[in-house]
């Protein structure tokens, strides 16, 4: 079965740069046909899906955000890696990565807990 879970700080300051980690278990992030993608959550506001990666390296953001998003990926560590850059608090919220079958956005079939990453002022 296919795990992920996020890490890294919880905490940014205003101005600087997100950056998290997404470690995979029991599926390669290189297996066919399948995307990884970011999702964020703002207190009480609904999910908002930023971005994938493609079991070929290639990327696609939101294009609300994709002045300010990369995913890369090492998939040596079988880990994919989302950083925002230029944040405010308006990107406060809990962000999950997840699996993505058949480039299908609306059908992500797996996902990590999240964490929250609070950015201050």
């Known amino acids: 079965q296919v795990q992920l879970q996020e890490s890294g700080p919880g905490l940014v300051k205003s101005s600087q740069t997100l950056s998290l980690t997404c470690t995979v278990s029991g599926d390669s992030i290189t297996t066919n046909l399948y995307y990884w993608s970011w999702i964020r959550q703002p207190p009480g506001k609904g999910l908002e899906w930023m971005g994938f990666?493609?079991?070929?390296?290639?990327?696609y953001y939101a294009p609300s955000l994709k002045s300010r998003t990369s995913i890369a990926r090492d998939t040596a560590k079988n880990q994919f890696t989302l950083q925002l850059s230029s944040v405010t608090p308006e990107d406060t919220g809990v962000y999950y990565c997840?699996?993505?079958?058949?480039?299908?956005?609306?059908?992500?079939?797996?996902w990590g807990q999240g964490t929250l990453v609070s950015v201050s002022p």
């Open positions: 990666i493609s079991y070929r390296g290639n990327t």
């Open positions: 997840a699996r993505e079958p058949g480039n299908l956005h609306w059908a992500l079939d797996a």
